[in-house]
Structures are given as structure tokens and as C-alpha cells.
Nanobody, 119 residues
Framework: QGQLVESGGGLVQPGGSLRLSCAAS????????IGWFRQAPGKEREGVSC????????????YYVDSVKGRFTISRDNAKNTVYLQMNSLKPDDTAVYYC????????WGQGTQVTVSS
């Protein structure tokens, strides 16, 4: 029981930045690994980044798909029960609906947030 509520998407120019947030309600993220996925129109869903349970980006427990390495950063704030995806140097190819997923013995998906990178 519970849900993930995403925010932070929108329209940004190439080279700009956005920070996506995914806040859990009704359950705690402490025991969940978190993943970010994206899906562009007519394309398959793609895993973007993930972070292990109770870890941070400095602990060697994060993953990034090659296309976003050096530009995106995943993090979590357990006190706020929220996971973030900081996206810098955005490109038009980053345009997609972004989804967060919390996974342990079960998986919970967010509703998705639209990111559009265009001049």
C-alpha cells in the first residue's frame, strides 16, 4: 500500500537542468532500491539510473546508463522519504516521460513526469 508522487518535470532548453523528485507516501523508502526509467514516444522503456537501499551516490552503489553518465545524479533523502534525479546538460534526446520505481519484495511505480528538452 502507498504510492510514489513525482514532480519537477517540465520544459527546458538544451544545456539546462531539472531536478526530478519522487516522494513516497504510505510507506518508507528505507528498504527499497530506487530506479529511474524513461520512455519516449514510440520507443521502449529505458532504465536511466538506480541507487541501492540506504545508500548514497558516494558509496559506489549507483548505476547510470551510458547516455547520462556525468550529467545525471541520483540521490535519496530518507528523512524526507524522497528520491531525486538531478539532470544537468540536458539534450533533446533526454525528452521522455520519466518514472521512478521503488523495489524490494514488491515494486511501486510513480505516475511519471514529462521532461521536454527543446529550444
Amino acid at each position: 500500500q502507498g504510492q510514489l508522487v513525482e514532480s519537477g518535470g517540465g520544459l527546458v532548453q538544451p544545456g539546462g537542468s531539472l531536478r526530478l523528485s519522487c516522494a513516497a507516501s504510505g510507506f518508507t523508502l528505507d528498504y527499497y532500491a530506487i530506479g529511474w526509467f524513461r520512455q519516449a514516444p514510440g520507443k521502449e522503456r529505458e532504465g536511466v539510473s538506480c541507487i541501492a537501499t540506504n545508500s548514497s551516490s558516494s558509496e559506489g552503489s549507483t548505476y547510470y546508463v551510458d547516455s547520462v553518465k556525468g550529467r545525471f545524479t541520483i540521490s535519496r533523502d530518507n528523512a524526507k522519504n524522497t528520491v531525486y534525479l538531478q539532470m544537468n546538460s540536458l539534450k533533446p534526446d533526454d525528452t521522455a516521460v520519466y518514472y521512478c520505481q521503488a523495489k524490494s519484495w514488491r515494486e511501486v511505480w510513480g505516475q511519471g513526469t514529462q521532461v521536454t528538452v527543446s529550444s
